[in-house]
């Protein structure tokens, strides 16, 4: 998350109006909600986990383990069964 001061992205008289409410604080201005994105998008690291998951349920219905799934993405067994049979 980036820190923009007010004075250089915003009019004087919102400033003003601004500092009846708060001063030398951090104000969160969030997103519209058609421009969010979701987590890891940005990134990449959404679809990589999405890849890393395929790989696994592939490798599962070729016959490897969940311990030898677990052991080789460093996951736990709960959480290779998760993506296993996750819909």
């Avoid at 992205?9 to 500092?19: M, R």
Wanted: charged share 30%; net charge positive.
């Amino acid at each position: 998350m980036k820190y923009v001061n007010a004075n250089t992205v915003l009019p004087s008289a919102l400033v003003e109006e601004l500092q009846k409410y708060i001063q030398a604080e951090y104000l969160y201005v969030p997103a519209k909600d058609e421009q969010r994105r979701a987590w890891g998008e940005l990134s990449g690291y959404r679809a990589e986990i999405c890849k890393r998951n395929e790989r696994i349920v592939s490798e599962f219905r070729n016959g490897e383990t969940v311990v030898s799934l677990a052991e080789r993405y460093h996951l736990s067994v709960y959480t290779i069964r998760k993506i296993i049979y996750q819909k």
